[in-house]
């Protein structure tokens, strides 16, 4: 197939693509999104916009000459706007990438888990073969008891063998 029959057909990518030149990294934009996002839900930026807010208004009102937003303040309902527009996807955006860490922090917390139980379990297998073990093995007291039946059963045949000599022997 020559080269302009390849270009034309719909199943076939190109191999540029045609428009910007330039690239952003969309890790750089999420990290600055998310100091954006963070900084956004602070006290201080409330403070700070809302001394904007009322420096502004207090202008527009007292400052006749320089009314460059008259009352119904449409200029700062714009900038407002402006700032919901743009602050809106970045949060979202801040969210998603939270979405995504906490994601896979389950998913490693979950293979820790299971890596756990299986440790457990093999060391209950462990300690139970240990135990068994220990049950077969004779312990000191084990041996003293049968010590001393032995030396008590010996104590008795001696005695009776003692009484067997005392009595007259048929012959």
Known sequence: MSPERTRSRLDTPRTRRRGFGWHVDSDLVGVYSEKLARFLGTG?????QTVVVVVWIALNLAAVS????????????LAF???????????????????TRDRIAIEEDRVRAEQTKADTEFLARELA???????DTVTRDY??????????????ALADGDAEDDRPRRS
């Open 44 to 48: 201080r930026y409330l403070a700070i």
């Open 129 to 135: 073969a240990v135990r068994l073990a220990v049950g």
């Open 66 to 77: 320089i009314r460059w937003d008259p009352y119904p303040f449409i200029l700062l309902n």
């Open 81 to 99: 706007s402006t700032q919901a527009a743009y602050a809106a996807p970045l949060i979202l955006l801040a969210q998603n990438r939270q979405e």
């Open 143 to 156: 041996l003293r008891r049968e010590l001393d039946d032995l030396l008590s059963e010996l104590r008795s």
